[in-house]
């Protein structure tokens, strides 16, 4: 899968390898476009805004062959290392993701506060992060098909957040 004399292989030929020869299932990203926020807002967070903007641009579900299997996921990413760095950066069902996701809204609601108090009031009833979190908390013992609904139901709250800080 990888070619030394071209160096890494490219996210769409990594996400062609694992569905046709793996025959693993990779669906998303489930956004072309999202909200641009204003300038004004995310000054102190941009970093943040633009995590949030990526999580739904660019990461996917996978379901691979591996299931509950996380031993056996582990030693195949570290003898495919272009599998792994696949995986880490576009992978929307990583526990990792989804809570650096979360702490972006949180981090994005604190900054703007301090200049926008009513917009961030809007931004910490729409990130429902008390509720997010409580889900994250049981996140590894969910099945496949619970991660995957969580995944994107944070993925509306992620939508929903940009807008507010678009309007």
């Not at 941009?46 to 299931?67: G, M, N, P, Q, S």
């Not at 582990?74 to 979360?102: A, I, M, Q």
Request: glycine share 4%; charged share 35%; with cysteine.
């Amino acid at each position: 899968m990888r070619d030394e004399k071209r160096g890494p292989i490219d996210p769409a030929e990594t996400r062609g390898y694992l569905q046709s020869e793996m025959g693993w299932e990779i669906e998303g990203p489930f956004y072309a476009a999202v909200p641009t926020p204003k300038p004004e807002y995310i000054t102190r967070c941009a970093k943040d805004a633009e995590r949030l903007a990526y999580h739904l641009l660019k990461t996917v579900i996978i379901k691979d062959k591996f299931d509950k299997d996380h031993s056996s996921r582990r030693l195949f990413e570290r003898s495919h290392p272009e599998v792994d760095t696949y995986s880490s950066e576009y992978s929307k069902l990583g526990g990792n993701r989804l809570l650096t996701s979360v702490y972006a809204m949180d981090e994005v609601i604190e900054r703007v506060r301090r200049e926008y108090p009513q917009i961030a009031e809007k931004l910490k009833t729409t990130a429902k992060s008390t509720e997010m979190l409580q889900e994250i908390a049981g996140y590894n013992a969910m099945s496949f098909e619970d991660k995957v609904r969580f995944a994107r139901k944070l993925d509306d709250v992620i939508y929903k957040f940009l807008s507010v800080l678009s309007e």
